[in-house]
């Protein structure tokens, strides 16, 4: 056995073990704290981060892993890619600007009680999925100017703030290809490659200075498919590192999956360090070894970094048996731990069986530190047993396997993914039964979620408040959603899911087959944060989950108030699922328990059904061999929740952040008979391929950013649906928010669809349909 192998990590979840971060940035931004104190939360945050890694014999601790808001917003800033608009000042307002959108207008209270909105903002940049992950980033925008130059040293200070304290760390950056490839603006953002360079130059150079040896450079694009433009730029790139900062040794960081036609390229760039993805694609390990030069040190990523289960430590050294006698290794985990939760410790609830199965960041740490020891023949034997043992548990438990589940999935029939008709068919149906006016308008389900109704939860949680108490506060808030939703004049009405917590988690509370935690949150976007549910078991769905809440919203009104169900792809993949069997099994379990309470609703007498597969798209796989596989099962799960109900019964679903090029067919070949998309900050560019690929179904293009706080005004809204109306029929069109307004405030909310419907009202005089 060789000697010891330091652990490393590539970065940290850094919203705080009670989520602080999330708070200090809420309370700042509402203007409840200052600068100073956020500044502080923030630096305290980091100092017990690298603490805890260090006391977890965690080698090799990065920097540079915090962010405020995102890491790849803060290489926005870094290399003062800061789009005229939001002004010139690389500082923390700019950032939030950039990352929120800012109202520079006023929110005002009129006589009679109606809420107006006034002045323009400015929009926030677009955010989206990284990679397949369900965190997002901020979006570069570029120009064809567009020019480069070091505005922030945030990579140096943080550095420099972890030395002060005693950590020699490994400062994390985005790399400049990931960079420029996330980016937007201009035809082929790789061509700026040459004006960025010098930047990153600049900053290694810094680094340097302030005394940092070793630099992990990300460059997840390494796993994506290949291509020659990509490459020269990733060649010319390091090349230029290489030459002018010879110092510094750069880990060069890929993950999320293997390297594939890329591998060459990755082995023979000239870095001192190569990290490689051994949990998605284990099976690379052996040709890395092959043909990676013996002086490029490997960064082992074998301890999964996007999932909660603890590792089986004597097979994943068993797998680690060709390292023998390599040397110049490191182990870390496959990816940055910034997609689990921090500590296992905290669920003093969970099921015990199904806790001594999960690792989350800390206790992957330990596996790191136990795989470590092993490797230089420490004695470990009886942590590795233990975790043998966990593993062979697991396997045989029967809380894992239900016979009568497996027995209903293998006894589905072609038939039961088939409506009765073709759209055309249920089109001209629902149209009779609804009679809805032109440009129909609609919500996406979710109402604010204010502080009352968190606090209404999270003390009926506690005991403080009784089932009684906090039922009827629900109906209070769903009566009044329903009485305001009518009173301004919306079209279809949405009961506003104030019961949920999230639309996952609500879901996996009442499915057998998941587990569900209290502290176990995940970075989303910002300060929002997921509690993914835990898929451990065959899924069955007890009893029926949402009925009650549409039957006693559609009891207030003679409007028609939709049913509101999350799809079985996106509770998939929103959740931290089962590795012991394939994704496409654990999701048609799911589709058959969310079909029965379509079913349930349907003979409720709910005439549109709303099933949200905003996840769908995030799902696709990095490589694009890989996607038929995926969207033929994705698909098929959709159609199974969705087509066993009767033609006049409407199907809606809901997708935001979808980049809709490439799964296309897929979206016709589900079949929803109405779909409410994301389009605003995209300016209806999205629709385009609905237009081109003549989707015949209707279509809700989002023309509210919730993801702002600002108020769109009524021109901007019916601007974006003169585009919409340019790319398709006006019989398909809905209008609705981008998504749902659970993270918005009724003040915002409540002056935003005013604005909507008026827009629908003046679309609906102007074209006199
Ligand atoms: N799973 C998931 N992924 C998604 C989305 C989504 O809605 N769900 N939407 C897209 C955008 N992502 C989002 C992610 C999170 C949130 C969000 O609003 N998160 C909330 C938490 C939601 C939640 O679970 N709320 C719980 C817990 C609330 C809470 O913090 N309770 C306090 C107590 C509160 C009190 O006493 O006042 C506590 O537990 O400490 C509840 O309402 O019950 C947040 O970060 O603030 C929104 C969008 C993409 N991915
Ligand atoms: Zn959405």
């Known amino acids: 056995m060789s000697s010891l192998i330091p652990v490393a990590t590539l970065g940290t ?44 014999g965690v080698d090799i601790i990065p920097s540079n892993d915090f962010s405020f808001y995102d890491q790849v917003l803060d290489t926005s800033l870094m290399v003062g890619a800061i789009p005229a608009i939001y002004g010139e000042a690389a500082d923390l307002d700019t950032y939030f600007a950039m990352a929120r959108g800012a109202q520079k207008g006023h929110v005002e209270t009129c006589e009679h009680g109606h809420v107006h909105a006034t002045g323009q903002g400015v929009l926030a940049q677009e955010m989206t999925k990284w990679f397949d992950t369900n965190y997002h980033y901020m979006v570069p925008e570029f120009n064809e100017d567009q020019t480069f130059k070091l505005t922030s040293l945030k990579a140096v200070e943080e550095f420099l703030e972890a030395k002060a304290l005693g950590y020699h760390t490994r400062p994390v950056l985005v790399g400049p290809v990931t960079y420029l490839k996330l980016g937007k603006g201009v035809a082929n953002p790789l061509l700026l490659i040459d004006r960025l360079i010098p930047v990153y130059v600049e900053v290694l150079k810094k680094l340097s200075d302030a005394g940092a040896d070793w630099v992990q450079i990300d460059e997840p694009v390494l796993v994506l498919d290949g291509d020659s433009e990509t490459t020269a730029a990733l060649q010319k790139a390091y090349a230029v ?13 890929s993950y999320f999956g293997g390297l594939g036609d890329n591998l060459d390229t990755a082995v023979n760039l000239p870095v001192a360090g190569l990290h490689v993805d051994l949990v998605r694609a284990p099976e690379q390990l052996e040709i890395v070894l092959a043909k990676a030069p013996k002086d490029l040190l490997l960064s082992l990523g074998v301890i999964d970094g996007r999932n909660i289960w603890r590792a089986n430590l004597p097979a994943v050294l068993e797998r680690l048996k060709g390292i023998d006698g390599r040397g110049n290794l490191q182990i870390a985990p496959s990816c940055s731990l910034l997609h689990v939760p921090i500590d296992l410790n905290l669920e003093t609830a969970l099921d015990a069986d199904v806790k001594s199965w999960l690792a989350f960041s800390l206790q992957k740490m330990d596996e790191l530190s136990v795989l470590s020891k092993a490797l230089s023949g420490a004695d470990v034997a009886a942590e590795l047993t233990a975790s043998a043992d966990a593993a062979s548990a697991r396997a045989a438990s029967p809380k894992v396997h239900d016979a009568a589940v497996k027995a209903r999935l293998s006894a589905v029939t072609p038939d039961q993914a088939q409506r009765k008709n073709a759209f055309a068919i249920r089109a001209d149906l629902q149209r009779q039964a609804f009679n809805l006016p032109a440009f ?9 979620q204010t502080s ?43 009961h506003g899911e104030f019961e949920r917590n999230d639309m996952v988690q609500y879901f996996g509370e009442q499915l057998s087959g998941f587990a569900f935690t209290k502290h176990a949150w995940v970075q989303s976007y910002g300060s929002r944060c997921v509690r993914p549910p835990v898929l451990f078991g065959d899924v069955s769905r007890p009893k029926p989950m949402t009925v009650a809440w549409w039957q006693y919203a559609q009891s207030l009104t003679d409007k028609p108030v939709k049913g509101m169900l999350t799809g079985p792809v996106t509770i998939l993949n929103w959740s931290f699922v089962r590795d012991d069997q394939p994704r496409a099994e654990s999701c048609r379990q799911i589709a058959l328990a969310i079909r029965d309470e379509v079913s349930d609703l349907e003979n409720a007498g709910t005439k549109m059904i709303q099933i949200d597969e905003a996840a769908l798209r995030e799902g696709l796989p990095l490589r694009r061999a890989d996607w038929q596989v995926y969207l033929d099962w994705a698909v098929e799960a959709f159609r199974l929740c969705s087509t066993g109900v009767s033609n006049d019964t409407q199907i809606h679903t809901h997708m935001c952040y979808s980049e809709f090029n490439d799964i296309m067919d897929a979206v016709a070949e589900m079949d929803a008979d109405v779909i409410s998309i994301e389009t605003s900050r995209s300016k209806m560019e999205l629709l385009d391929v609905f237009k081109s690929k003549k989707y015949p179904n209707e ?38 928010p981008d998504c749902g307004l659970k993270t918005r405030k009724w003040e915002e909310v409540k002056p935003a669809l005013v604005n909507m419907v008026a827009a629908a009202k003046s679309l609906r005089e102007a074209v006199k349909v």
């Open 13 to 56: 979840p850094r919203i705080g073990l009670k989520r602080e971060l999330k708070f200090a940035l809420e309370s700042y931004w509402s203007g409840k704290s200052d600068q100073l104190t956020l500044l502080q939360t923030a630096k305290d945050l980091r100092a017990v981060n690298w603490a805890r890694q260090k006391a977890r």
């Open 241 to 253: 590192f290489a030459k002018e900062v010879p110092q510094i040794s750069i880990l060069l960081a």
């Open 440 to 448: 129909p308008t609609t919500t996406i389900g979710s109402f604010p």
């Open 452 to 494: 009352e109704v968190r606090k209404a939860r999270s003390d009926h949680a506690k005991g403080a408040i009784d089932d009684a108490h906090y039922d009827a506060f629900l109906k209070t808030e769903t009566e009044r959603a329903i009485r305001w939703q009518e009173e301004i004049g919306l079209d279809v009405l949405v």
């Open 699 to 736: 279509i809700g293009p989002g023309v509210y950013d919730i993801h702002s706080p600002r108020v769109p005004e009524v021109s901007e809204m019916t601007e974006l649906m003169s585009l919409a109306r340019q790319r398709l029929d006006d019989v398909q069109l809905w209008i609705n």
